[in-house]
C-alpha cells in the first residue's frame, strides 16, 4: 500500500514529495494485535500529555488489573473511579475510559471484523457518541489500528503544524484549507499525514 501511495503523493504534489524524498519510505502499519476498544482507551489516556507522563499512566491503568495484559471491559466498568484516578487519570478520562468500555459491552464499539464493514464517516459518526471521543480519537484508531489508508486528521496540531513547514505558512493552516489542499492526496491522505508529523520531526533535529 505504501510504495503505490508514494507514487502517487510524488506525482500530485512536488513540495510534498521533497519531504517524502528527505524522509524515505513510510513504515507505517496497522496495530493488528490491539482490539478497537483497547485501542480507544489507549488514545483518551494519552490525550494532551506528552510522551512519558502518558505511558507512565498507562502502565499504572494496566497495573492496575493485574494477571491480564489488559483489563477487560467488565473489569473497566467494575473498577471505582478512585481506583482508576489512582494511576493519576484525570476525573473526565475516567469518565470516558468507563464509557468506552461500557460501549463496549452494548455493542457500541464492535469488533475489527465488525468495524471493517463500515465506512470511515460511518465508523466516526458511531464512536464519537462515546463520551470523551472525538473525531481525532477515532481517526487515530483508523489510521493506527484498522489502517485506514486515507485519513487526513486536519484538527491535529502536528499535521498542521508540519503542512505549515512544508508549505512555507507563517501560520497554521485552518482545517478547511488543509483538507481542500489535501484533495490532491487522495486516496492516500494517511500516509501523506505521516510525511507531515515526520516534518516536524525534521525540523527539531535541525534546531538541535
Known sequence: MNEAA????????????????QVGPC???ARCGAAPWQALVRSVAYQQLNGTAAET???????L????????????????????RSAGLSRAKTAAIKDIAANTLAGVV?????????????IIARL??????????VEM?????????????ATDYGVRSGFALVYGHEELPAPKE???HGERWRPHRTVASWYLWRALDLAKEKSK
Open 27 to 29: 513504515p507505517l502499519v
Open 178 to 180: 488543509l483538507l481542500a
Open 110 to 122: 464492535p469488533p475489527r471484523r465488525a468495524l471493517a464493514r463500515l465506512t470511515d464517516a460511518e
Open 128 to 137: 464519537t457518541t462515546i463520551r470523551g471521543v472525538g473525531p481525532w480519537t
Open 141 to 153: 484508531l483508523l489510521m493506527f489500528t484498522l489502517g485506514r489508508p486515507d485519513v487526513l486528521p
Open 57 to 63: 499512566i498507562f502502565r499504572r491503568f494496566l497495573a
Open 65 to 84: 488489573f493485574p494477571g491480564t495484559k489488559f483489563p477487560t471491559p467488565e473489569q473497566i466498568v467494575a473498577a471505582s473511579d478512585e481506583q482508576l
Open 6 to 21: 508514494l507514487q502517487h503523493l510524488c506525482r500530485a504534489d512536488k513540495r510534498l514529495a521533497r519531504l517524502i524524498k
